[in-house]
């Protein structure tokens, strides 16, 4: 933050220096409100007003983190699975350089599986969600059980309807269990 001297008229003309003569400021007659220069709002500034009244993030927004969540979730759980496989896969008497190819190549292949799974889940999941404000005009707990069930029986459609139809259950179960631990997070939890 700017030192208030620097703008203050009076400041230079009553300390001189220690040979008499005051130093030149070239601010001093342009009396400049520095506070509403460097004090810059925390809150988020929006172009339209309908955007400062909706209190969630948009539909391309939600699309961007949920399936990035995903991703990067399953990424690096995948690659914790492939890690895994590939320390019970070595053999005595490989060389370091033939195990660390096999931790490389293990971790690659099962982050890049996983994480496509999950991203493609969370794209799936944050497109319903938001079709389902659209269509609603409403943002509650409702929207995110029923993209829960969507997600899962879309996810699972090709395993056939039974598989679909638990799929389903079990992603509604799991949407519901994460708003309920978000709200209870928000109530109990002082931030």
Known sequence: MADPRLFDSQSDRDHPTESGRRQYNPYQDLNIPYRTIYDLPTSPEYLFQEEALAQRRSWGENLTYYTGVGYLGGAVSGAAVG?????????????????????????????????????VIGLLYAGMESGMVAVRDRDDWINSVVAGLGTGALFRAANGPRSAAIAGAIGGILAGTAMAGKQTVKRYVPF
Not at 102 to 107: A, D, E, M
């Open 83 to 119: 890690l895994r496989r590939a320390v019970k896969a070595a053999e005595p008497g490989e060389t370091t350089k033939l195990r660390l190819n096999r931790v490389l190549n293990s971790c690659g292949q099962d982050g890049r599986r996983f994480g496509n799974k999950l991203g």
